[in-house]
């Protein structure tokens, strides 16, 4: 946690489920909010489950987010879907630069770079997705490759546009693995230098989350940890008990 910031606990569900699941997931997510004081939460389900989502939370306190979207604003683009459709839907949100997406489409910096913009230009707040492999971390370049991707992939407008930055070592997604404490702190503390040399004051305040199999029996350790302001979940955030669950474990910022 990092004083003053309330934590975010953002749901990446992915490419699973129906639109009859994706409605009764996020009403499971609704039904216990009251369960959750100190966070906010987000959910980011697929796009064709947007509106089942939204509408099933009923925009109460619970945000919607995609897991993509198009660094283009219009025009003939068979199957992308650009930011302001996104804004239109009901999204608050938007996922760019999943590690997924940038090995399954090969979405370098400047890919994410370019979305992150057109979510800001949309009037979404962009979660920007960066984090090693495990070869990387091995050979010591952890923080180096964490710094060159922050730099390639936060555009202008980033910190007044509220962007959130989730750091999720690739090795550590839906593995069950995870850094160790001391591994999670040092890489948020180096990431709040890097946000702050990029976009002066609001970088001190820009929420900084963790993400790499986040679970009920590890998130209360992992949300104290400093400058660590909440949690992008995926599998866990299948399950609305698990997903609040790990809200609730969120200390209050
Ligand atoms: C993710 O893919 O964003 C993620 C954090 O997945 P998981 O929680 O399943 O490791």
Not at 223 to 240: H, I, Q, R
Request: hydrophobic letters at 45%; proline letters at 5%.
């Amino acid at each position: 946690m990092t004083p003053g910031i309330r934590p975010l606990i953002a749901g990446n569900w992915k490419m699973n489920g129906t639109a009859r699941g994706a409605a009764s997931l996020a009403e499971g997510v609704r039904a216990g909010l009251d369960r959750v004081a100190g966070a906010d939460l987000l959910i980011c389900p697929p796009f064709v489950h947007l509106h089942a989502a939204a509408a099933a939370v009923a925009w109460k306190p619970v945000a919607i987010g995609a897991q993509d979207c198009s660094a283009l604003p219009d025009g003939a683009h068979t199957g992308d879907v650009s930011a302001a459709m996104l804004a239109d839907a009901g999204c608050g949100y938007v996922i760019v630069g999943h590690s997924e997406r940038r090995a399954d489409h090969g979405e370098a910096d400047a890919v994410v770079r370019a979305k992150a913009a057109a979510a800001i230009a949309a009037g979404l707040i962009p979660v920007v997705c960066v984090g090693e492999t495990e070869a990387q971390r091995d050979a010591g370049e952890a923080e180096s490759v964490v710094g060159s991707q922050l730099r390639g992939s936060l555009p202008e407008g980033f910190g007044a546009a509220r962007g959130v930055v989730a750091y999720e070592p690739v090795w550590a997604i839906g593995t069950g693995r995870t850094p160790t404490e001391a591994d999670i702190a040092a890489m948020h503390a180096r990431m709040r230098e890097e946000v702050t040399a990029l976009l002066g004051e609001a970088g001190r305040t820009t929420r900084l989350l963790y993400g790499g199999s986040v679970k009920p029996s590890n998130a209360a350790t992992i949300l104290a940890l400093p400058n660590v302001d909440g949690a992008l979940v995926g599998g866990a955030s299948l399950k609305a008990e698990d997903f609040l669950s790990i809200a609730a474990a969120a200390p209050a910022g």
